[in-house]
C-alpha cells in the first residue's frame, strides 16, 4: 500500500496490490505500475529498513529523499538497549530525529554516541545506521514536518486493529 501527501498536507491513497513479498523485483513493479499510471517522483519516500524496498526506492525514485520509518526504528532501538537504559535512550534518540535541523540533529546523534558508545555498542550502533535516511523529513519546511508521515501508515492501521480487537467490546445496558 503507497500513500501520499499533497502540498496542502491532504492524505491520498497512490496504489494497492495484493502481496507478501518486499524483494527489490515486486517492489519496483509496484512503484513502476504507479509511475505508468501518472505518479511523478515524490519529494520523500517513507519505509521501513526491507533491503528490497530501501533498493526500489533508489531504482524508481533516484531523487527522492528516503525517510526510514521511525517507528520501526524505534522499536530496533528498544531491542538492542536494556530496559532500564530504554527510557532515557529513548528520549535522547527522538530529540535527534525530531530536531529543528539536520546539523542539529548530527550534533544531538554525535552527543548520543559520545555518551552511551562504549557501554551501549549494539544500541549505539542500530541508532547510527541509516541515521541519515532517518532525518530526511528535516530537509523540509517546518511547516510541511507536521504532515510527513515518517511511519508505516498501513502498519499502523494493522497494530490499531489488533490492539482494538484484543479489548473486550462493552455490552449494551440492558433495561432494567
Known amino acids: 500500500m503507497a500513500w501520499g501527501y499533497t502540498v496542502e498536507s491532504r492524505r491520498v491513497l497512490l496504489h494497492l496490490m495484493a502481496g507478501s513479498k518486499e524483494d527489490a523485483e515486486t517492489v519496483v513493479a509496484f512503484f513502476e505500475d504507479m509511475k505508468m499510471r501518472g505518479l511523478n517522483e515524490p519529494l520523500l519516500v517513507t519505509s521501513d529498513g526491507a533491503p528490497g524496498v530501501i533498493k526500489a526506492i533508489e531504482v524508481c525514485f533516484p531523487r527522492a529523499a528516503r525517510q526510514r520509518c521511525l517507528a520501526h526504528r524505534m522499536r ?101
Not at 90 to 105: L, M, N, T, W
Not at 159 to 174: C, D, K, T
Open 76 to 176: 530496533n532501538l528498544a531491542a538492542k538497549v536494556p530496559e532500564d537504559v530504554w527510557p532515557k535512550f529513548k528520549v535522547r534518540a527522538q530529540a535527534a530525529y525530531q530536531a529543528p535541523s539536520r546539523a542539529i540533529a548530527r550534533q544531538l546523534a554525535a552527543g548520543v554516541v559520545t555518551d552511551y558508545g562504549l557501554e551501549q555498542e549494539r544500541g549505539v550502533a542500530r541508532f547510527m545506521d541509516d541515521f541519515e535516511a532517518c532525518i530526511a523529513h528535516l530537509r523540509f519546511p517546518v511547516t510541511h514536518r507536521r504532515a510527513i508521515r515518517t511511519t508505516n501508515l498501513l502498519e499502523r492501521l494493522f497494530v490499531e486493529g489488533r490492539r482494538r480487537q484484543s479489548s473486550p467490546m462493552p455490552l449494551a445496558s440492558e433495561p432494567s
